[in-house]
């Protein structure tokens, strides 16, 4: 863990590009606000492969069972990889476990879901659970995500409303210190009202999004598949093959900027 970990991830330089994923659905989002830089690429770490996490060099990958690899595509900072461990996971829980109403119960057992899928992602890539959001890698919040459009491009009118039972969104930030480091920090919503089972298994598949799986699989067995399906899988070999192969990828993420005289990131 490098010295600047316990730096917030609200950075004084904001965020300049977000996406999101979301089951079946890819929506990319561009953000640029606050620090104008004009050719704000010059500024990006260069594209550098990290050490592959313990838990990942053990796994051995069956080829037999292959991977969808070709389908996890780089962002503009590169592979969505985490680079220290271990990775820090905010979970929505009840405020007051006395309260024994409905409500809080449903809360509980959202939170007993979630909390499951953690434990499954975290015998592949270390996960810690943190009690400030603010801290967090990976923020996982009992939320509806916001309702998808589709537009017509011809008539620019709405074509059709799109529910989402979960979504998953990407923000990049530069991390203050010296060196400033490129970081990402993911934020999961998953709906309320979705049933325990729905819960573990949206849980699953964000949390496969989260940790650097930016696609979908077209096999319906893999936690990674684009819809949601009858009996929903448990996280496959090919989902572990294909995360080991993301890790293995280039990232500008983890790595410190580049500091020169023209940089907006340079300390004062
Ligand atoms: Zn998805």
Not at 57 to 74: C, H, I, N, R, T
Not at 193 to 206: C, W, Y
Not at 211 to 219: A, C
Request: some cysteine.
């Amino acid at each position: 863990m490098s010295p600047n970990s316990s730096n917030s991830p609200h950075s004084p330089y904001p965020i300049a590009i977000g996406v999101a994923i979301a089951i079946g659905i890819l929506v990319i989002l561009l953000e640029f606000r606050g620090v104008e830089a004009k050719d704000s690429n010059s500024f990006l770490p260069p594209l550098q492969v990290h050490l592959l996490p313990p838990t990942l060099a053990q796994w051995q990958v069956l080829s037999k069972a292959g991977d969808y690899f070709s389908e996890v595509k780089p962002t503009a900072a590169g592979y969505l990889v985490w680079s220290e461990f271990p990775i820090k996971v905010y979970l929505d829980r009840p405020e007051n476990l006395q309260d024994s109403s409905a409500s809080n119960r449903r809360f509980q057992q959202w939170t007993n879901a979630v909390a499951e899928a953690i434990r499954e992602w975290n015998a592949y890539l270390p996960l810690i659970e943190v009690k400030q959001p603010e801290l967090a890698d990976i923020a996982i919040e009992r939320y509806l995500p916001p309702l998808g459009v589709q537009i017509d491009r011809e008539t620019g009118r709405i074509k059709r409303f799109r529910a989402r039972s979960a979504q998953t969104r990407c923000e990049f930030y530069i991390r203050a210190g010296n060196p400033p480091i490129l970081s990402h920090r993911m934020t999961i919503l998953i709906n309320p009202g979705l049933s325990d089972r729905s819960i573990l298994s949206a849980a699953r598949h964000e949390l496969g999004h989260a940790l650097g799986i930016w696609g979908h699989s077209r096999v319906e067995t893999d936690i990674m598949y684009f819809s949601q399906v009858r009996t929903p899988p448990s996280i496959s070999p090919r989902d572990i093959n294909t995360l080991k192969k993301v890790y293995q990828q280039p990232t500008r993420l983890g790595w410190a900027l580049p500091l020169n005289n023209s940089s907006p990131y340079k300390k004062r």
